[in-house]
Structure formats: C-alpha cells, structure tokens
C-alpha cells in the first residue's frame, strides 16, 4: 500500500447510483473517510444512508459512480473480497447467526483473514471490552438480548481488524441505557484509531462523537463538514427529527 | 360503465390486440393445415394444439401468481380420467375395466358434457385440497405442489377401481376428439385466459407475483386472489385432459407425470410464463422443435443410432438456457400486440425511438 | 416370539432410516446453503451406481477401491453440476434454480438412457453384504448391520466437521444468513461448492447400499431416494442438519408401521400418505420435528 500517501482518504466515493429495480435509491452520492476519522451519516429514514453502506460493502451493485478502498479501485468487487482487503460492516438489525454459539459467530467473523493465534489474543482484548460476550460465550447468538447482539455484532466487525470499520444503525431498537453503552463503546474505539463509518438514526449522539458528518435527503448529500459547522447550514430540526422516529425499516 | 369507456378499455393497440393475433395465427395455422390435408401434420397440430390449451391453463395460475404449480399435470390427468369414464359406455367400461366401481359403471353422458364434467371434477378436486395451501409461497409453496403431484399420481396410478390401476386405460370406440373442437376450444381458452390476466382478479394475482407484502398491504386477500386463479387453472388443464385422452384412446397415470410436465414448463418458460403471448409462442417453438428433432432421430435409427430422448436433452438444454440468459422467455414477459408489431416494423420507424417515446408517456401519466 | 418380531422390525427400521437420512441429509446440505430442493439429488446417485456396476463387472478391482471410484464419481456429477447449470443462478430467483435442477435431472437421466440402457442393469455386490449375522436370536444380512455402523461414524464425522472446523461454521452460517457470511468473509462460491460435494459424497455412500438391497441400477431409479429424502427433510425442518437425520428415521419408522398396518389392498398407496402427510406437515408444521435454525429472537 505504498501508494497511499498521508492525505488520501482512505474510502473515496465518488458520484455513486444505486437503484432497487427500476427505483433509484442514490442519485450520484461521493464522500471520503480518512484514517483514523469517525464519520457519521445521518438522515431520514429511506435518505439512503444503509443503501450506501451496502454498496461500498458490496451487497449491492451499484449503477454508476466509483469506490475507492486503499487506493484500489474497488467498485463491484464482492463483499467477500472487500472483506478480506480490509472492510467490516455491522450490519443493520445486527444480524447474529442465532443457532451459532457467540464464540463462532466470532469465528466467523474472522473467516476471511483468520489467525488461530491472533483470535485467541483478540479474545482477551474483547472481554474486557464486552463483558457480556464472556459470559455467554458458549450460548447461542439467538437467546441474547439485543443488546448483547449488537455488542457480538461489533465484536465480530471487529475481530477481523478490518482498516475500516462501518457500523448501520447500531442502536437501533435498544433501550437507553443500551444506546449510551454503544456510543461508549464507539468512542473507545475512535481513541484506539479504528476508523469508522457510522450510520445513525440518532442523529444527535452521532453528530456529537463524529469528526465529520454527512447529511442525507433523498439519496443526495445535502451537508458534508464538521458536525458543529452544520448549524447554520442545515435546517437542523429535520436531522434531529430523524432520531425521534425509532425503529422503522429503511 | 359506459360505451366509450368499454372501447378505451379494450385498447386495442396496446392491448386487445393480443387475442385476435394469437386466435388469427392459430386458426390461419390450422387452416393451412387441413387445406394440405397430410394426416400426419394433422395429427401434429391436434396434439400441439391441446398441448397449446394446457400450457394455456398453466400459465393462467402459474404466470400470473409466480408460483411453480407442480401439481398442474395431475389435474391435467383428473380431467383425462374423469372425462373418459363420463363419455364411455356402461357395456363398455364392463368390458375395458372390469374392476371398476359399479357406480361409475353406470355414469354415461354424451361426448361434449363428459368433457365438461371432466373438468369440473378436476375443479372439485383443486378447490377442495387448494385454500390451505395457497398461503404458501416460494420454496414452501413449490415443494407443497410437488407433494400433492405425487398424491395425485399414486391415486391415479394405483386406484383399480377408478382408473385402471398401473394397467393403461384404454377407451375404445371412436376417436371424438376433432381437429375443429381442439381448434374451438383452444381460441375460447385463449380469450377467457387473456380476459383473466386484464381482469381486476388478474391484476390483483400478478400484483401478488410482484410483490407478496406490498399486495397484501393494499388489501388484497392473497390467498383467495391465487384460489380462484387455482381452481380454475385446474379446470382448464382438466378440459385439455379430457380432449387429450379422446384424442389418445388409452391412457396410464404416468401420461400425467413427470415428463409431461417438464414439457409444458419448457414450453411455458421457453415462451416466457408471465403473458399468454408467451404461452402461445412457446408451445409453438417446443412443438416444432421436438418434431424436427423426432425427425432426426427417426432418420438417426435408421442408420444404426439409438437416439431415442435426445429431443429432451435438446429441450432441458435450451430450458436451461433460456433461464441463464433470457429468463422472462422469448416475448421477454410481455404481449404481442399491435404496438408491438409497429415497433418490429421497419416501416413504422417514423416515430424513431419508440421505446423512449414510451418513456415520456409514462412519465407525463 | 414377540421380542424376535420386534427386533427385526427394530433393526428394518434403524438400517432403513439410516439409509434414508443419509439421503436426506445429502439434500438438505444443499438447501440449507441454496434454498433448493435438488430434483437432480437423485442422479448423483444414479452415476454411482452405474460406476459400481460398470467396476464390478467389467473391472476385478478390490471392492474398497470400487466404492471408493464410485463415491468420487457422485462427488464429481454434484461439483460439475454446481459449476456448469447452478453457478450462472447465483442470485437469481428460486424457481429458476428448482426448474434449472428438474432440466439437470432430465438431461442426466436422458444420458444414461442413451449412453448406458433404458433396461435395468444388475449391480455385483460384495459377498459379505449378504452374509447373515446371528443376532438377539434372528439373522440379518451383514449389509443392514453395515449401514447402521457406517452412518454412525459418517454423522460423528460431519458432526465434528460442521462443529469445530472454521469451514464447518461458515456453512452452518451461510445457510441461516447468507449475505452476512459474506460479509464476514465466507465465499459464496466455497460454501456452494463444498455442499455440492458433500451431498455428492452422500450421494455415493447411498449409491452403494440402495444397490446393495436393490441388485440394480437404471436410468430412473434416483426418483425413489429422491422422494425419501425429501419427505425426510420436510419431516426434519428443511432447515436442520440433525432434523433431516431424525426425519429419515422417522420416515422408516412410518413407512415400517404402514406396511406392516395398511391391508394388502391399501398397502400401494402407501406414497400417497406419506406424501399427504408430508402436505400436512408443510402446512401446518412448516419448521418440522425439530425447531430449525429459527430462533425467535429475543429483544431486550
């Protein structure tokens, strides 16, 4: 990765489309992440904001536009490939294996760049983080609550040591006392440098933790900046009236 | 409803159109035929043609539902069966199947209301077993159908008192069905199978097709939306049996199994399930096809080669294809219809690019 | 002479179920990956089986190496198949693959017509398959003995395979999840491919005690398996791995009481209620015997 140099981003997007069938979800959307950076996307629900993240994940395929990763040019790669070249997603609704124990759901999560060694070291570093997972190490993902599986859910992103870490939607349906773990949780893992990509619905605590926010409407970008700049820019109320509505399918 | 709306509602350039092209080449078909007056290549058009009315039958549930309809051949067989026991005479149902019931012994009605029954036991049969079973979809769904074709085969091929038992069915006297009353009755399916599909109830199934959820959450009752469809897809193939085994006159449950129904869902697929222009055009090709490739075959054993079957490894070959590269068939899902013809026409290319034409037309509706 | 009755019926029921959930177990691997019931499934079988006897006739090779050629050969149909008629689906609508797997079976069994004979060939078998065995006081061929043994280690095996090989894991994984296995890195072509070969090694191992018990092979015979094994999976779950073993022995112990229960004028429809039951089960029943994969999950 010689080629990348200090101030490339290191997930470039570049005038993406994406369409459902005949139905376009993103209208020509670019953003950019950077080493080390925190970046929240936040919006309304059906903005666009988990269409975008799918489709640099390469779920789905999009019609137009370009996805750099690491310098590479990786538009239309398939996720298992952008996995193994560095890139976790949380995925939205956590997705938890449920007949799997947690300790292969963590398995799993290693699968494309799995190192017995390194798994058995990544173990320790998690239950220190995530209590919870050591507990219920041996139980199936499906009989934890869900906040234990967003917690799994972030473990399994993060135990392939992926350069870019994207989270969809990580407090969505938990309770309060659960959402203020898991931007605790986020903000531990900014200061160890993890890059991240957040998708929120809680527009406000996202755009407190972020370096850098970007505002979907309507699968455009409405804002990009630093989150305390957008004040004046934006019509806040709509953003924050984004994270009042819990719960609903995007 | 008025007249000017019923006449804006037919569309015939758009719409309408459909029937009276498909009706016009199959009747202009079969003429040519009987003008030539080859026995051989009227046989071929007769038994084309009552395959053509299945596969119509077919499509009717499976085209406008999406769902694979595995069970279809077995109606199919019901109706063959029913039809032949209502036509037969009681002497002579005495002396072809000599274990049969006495109650059915004594059934008798004339030739053209036998077909009838026929299809309306095919009809009982489907809406007594089908409401349970139309909530289910996908896989579910196709693996149910696929059971209840066994059901129906076991029950076809193994009930001595009804059908026969594995012994064929042989009907004797003379052969009823025509050359014309497969030609009638396949211009009749075709229009109750065409106004169906634009019919609300139509509408309202292939609206199911596209998306289950969504359907259901505008109001419409999935389940008795596909019954009806069911029930009388069932009918159709249950009339299309009773005019196959009088065509036939002997008969076993295997006619009604497997292999049959592999050739109605290549031609179906082949033509492309989601419209009866796609039935039609389908049945035609497959039907070409095999008989050319019966041809070569017959021309093969004489020369020494055994090639019996490879008209079928030909048809699952180009199924499979078909499927890869062109799932949605030849008519690619859609109606021959008189606009369609203009866009095909070269002489019509004054209005340059009709397809973006239409483009602006949906987007100014 | 009550306990000798219920022996023997005890030991039709384990050979036979054990038979059946291998069966069962060869299509339910590629279900759980692909959402497809495999109408070819019987085929794979169907190449074994013609492999025996072509070995065993034309060939004086150790049978080991016999059952060993002839196993390969249902795993190289289930790979080949894979990759030239279900790869181009990826991502395409299931009943596209379901017809596309119908077309495969027709093609396959079509060849064999051709190339082999539509008229049934019979198949040499071992001698000590037949060798009757002494056992609770009624004897058995060595065969019914054999496979019960043979399925017990297989399923230890796969068991150990599916549990505690990554590998393993991210089958069982990809067949509750699919997307989200590959997003955690698992290759959908690996998993796809690796259930296609399974199912082509179970196919194999079938391959050689259906002709065992049956003396032959021909062009048609993998349609009986295949209906076996798919009304075990129905019974099982369709999801599970341990349900479609559970639903071939549950199905031998139901085709066993029927037989010995249904009058000789009832016993031919036999299929018949199985499969109604079958309907029944997919109706009401529809995650089977045993819960599937379906955990409801709990919110808290």
């Known amino acids: 990765m010689s080629n990348i140099t200090e101030n490339a981003p290191i997930l470039q997007v570049t005038d993406l489309y994406v369409a459902y069938g005949p139905i376009l979800a993103l209208h020509g959307i670019s953003l950019e992440v950077h080493k080390g950076e925190l970046v929240s996307i936040c919006g309304v629900n059906g903005a666009g904001k988990s269409t975008v993240l799918k489709a640099i994940a390469g779920v789905l395929k999009p019609r137009s536009g370009s996805i750099r990763f690491k310098g590479k040019d990786v538009t239309g790669w398939k996720p298992e490939q952008l996995h193994k070249h560095g890139m976790a997603l949380v995925p939205e609704g956590r997705e938890i294996f449920p007949s799997l124990t947690v300790e292969e759901n963590l398995r799993l999560g290693a699968f494309g760049r799995y190192q017995a060694r390194r798994f058995a070291e990544d173990l320790e570093d998690f239950f220190t983080l995530f209590p919870i997972l050591k507990e219920r190490y041996h139980q199936a993902g499906g009989l934890l609550s869900g906040g234990e599986q967003q917690m799994l859910a972030i473990a399994r992103g993060l135990i392939s040591h992926p350069d870019l870490l994207m989270m969809d939607e990580p407090s969505l349906g938990l309770s309060p006392n659960r959402v203020d773990q898991i931007f605790e949780l986020i903000m531990e893992l900014k200061s160890r440098g993890i890059t991240i990509l957040l998708v929120e619905q809680n527009a406000q605590r996202a755009l407190e933790i972020a370096d850098r926010a970007y505002l979907f409407s309507n699968g455009r970008v409405e804002y990009a900046g630093r989150p305390q700049d957008m004040a004046g820019k934006v019509d806040i109320t709509s953003v924050y009236l984004g994270g009042q509505k819990g719960g609903d399918v995007e | ?365 | 002479m009550n306990a000798q009755i219920f022996f023997e019926f005890a030991i039709n029921v384990l050979s036979m179920g054990s038979l059946y959930a291998l069966i069962a177990l060869g299509l339910v691997f590629v279900f759980g990956i692909c959402k497809l019931i495999n109408f070819a499934y019987g085929e794979f079988i169907t190449v074994g089986a013609y492999v025996l006897y072509f070995l065993g006739v034309f060939t004086s090779l150790p049978w080991p190496l016999v059952f060993l050629i002839g196993i390969l050969s249902s795993v190289a149909v289930g790979y080949l198949s894979e990759l030239v008629a279900f790869r181009p689906f990826r991502g395409r609508s299931l009943d596209a693959l379901l017809v596309t797997s119908f077309a495969v079976s027709v093609i396959l069994q079509r060849l064999f017509q051709l190339g082999i004979s539509p008229r049934s060939k019979a198949v040499p078998v071992p001698a000590f398959f037949n060798m009757n065995i002494e056992l609770f006081g009624l004897t058995t061929p060595l065969r019914n003995l054999l496979i019960i043994a043979i399925t017990v280690v297989l399923l230890l095996i796969l068991t150990v395979i599916m549990k505690y090989t990554v590998l393993g894991v991210a089958m069982r994984g990809a067949s509750e999840n699919f997307v989200t296995a590959r997003l955690m890195g698992v290759p959908a072509n690996l998993v796809i491919s690796v259930a296609f070969i399974i199912s082509g090694f179970l196919a194999g191992v079938v391959a050689i005690f259906w002709t065992a018990r049956t003396g032959s092979a021909e062009p048609l015979m993998g349609m009986s398996p295949l209906l076996i094994g798919f009304i075990a999976v129905v019974i099982g779950g369709m999801h599970s791995l341990p349900g479609a073993v559970v639903g071939g022995y549950v199905y031998a112990l139901i085709a066993n009481i029927l037989s010995l229960t249904l009058p000789t004028s009832l016993l031919s429809f036999r299929d018949a209620v199985m499969f109604a039951i079958v309907i029944a089960f997919l109706v009401l029943k529809p995650e089977g015997l045993l819960r599937g994969n379906y955990q409801e999950e709990r919110v808290g």
């Open chain 2, 1 to 365: 409803m008025n007249m000017k709306d019923f006449i804006k509602d037919l569309d015939f350039s758009r719409k309408s159109s459909t029937v009276v092209f498909l009706i016009a080449i199959l009747v202009l078909i079969g003429a040519f035929i009987w003008w030539l007056n080859i026995p051989f290549i009227e046989d071929i058009f007769t038994n084309g043609t009552i395959m053509l009315i299945m596969v119509l039958g077919f499509q009717l549930f499976m085209g406008n539902s999406g769902i694979l309809n595995w069970s279809y051949v077995g109606y199919v067989g019901i109706g063959a069966f029913a039809s032949a026991i209502f036509s037969m005479t009681p002497a002579l149902k005495a002396l072809q199947i000599p274990t049969m019931y006495p109650f059915l012994i004594s059934l008798h009605l004339p030739f053209p209301l036998a077909l009838i029954a026929g299809a309306l036991v095919a009809m009982i049969v489907a809406a007594l077993v089908a409401w349970p079973l139309m909530r289910l979809s996908d896989s579910v769904g196709a693996i149910t159908q696929f059971a209840l074709l066994i059901v129906i085969n076991v029950l076809l091929s193994q009930w001595s008192q009804v059908t026969n038992g594995p012994r064929t069915f042989t009907l004797g006297g003379t052969r009823l069905t025509s050359f014309w009353l497969v030609l009638g009755v396949a211009v009749l399916v075709i229009i109750l199978v065409y106004c169906y599909k634009e019919s609300s109830l139509g509408l309202k199934l292939r609206a199911t097709r596209d998306d289950r959820y969504a359907a259901r959450s505008s109001g419409i009752n999935f389940v008795a939306v596909r019954y009806v469809a069911y029930v009388a897809s069932a009918g159709i193939g249950g009339l299309a049996g009773g005019l196959y085994s009088h065509y036939i006159l002997s008969i076993t449950a295997a006619s009604f199994y497997l292999n049959e129904l592999f050739l109605l869902l290549s031609m179906l697929v082949i033509g492309g399930s989601m419209s009866v222009s796609g039935a039609f055009f389908g049945t035609l090709l497959v039907t070409l096809l095999r008989q050319g490739l019966r041809q070569v075959e017959l021309f093969l054993y004489k020369t020494g080669f055994e090639a019996s079957g490879s008209a079928e490894i030909v048809v699952a070959i180009i199924l499979i294809a078909f499927l890869i590269w062109r799932p949605n068939g030849i008519t690619g899902g859609r109606e021959l219809t008189w606009q369609s013809i203009k866009r095909m026409l070269p002489i019509a290319s004054e209005k340059k690019d009709p397809i973006s034409n239409n483009l602006k037309k949906e987007e100014k509706a």
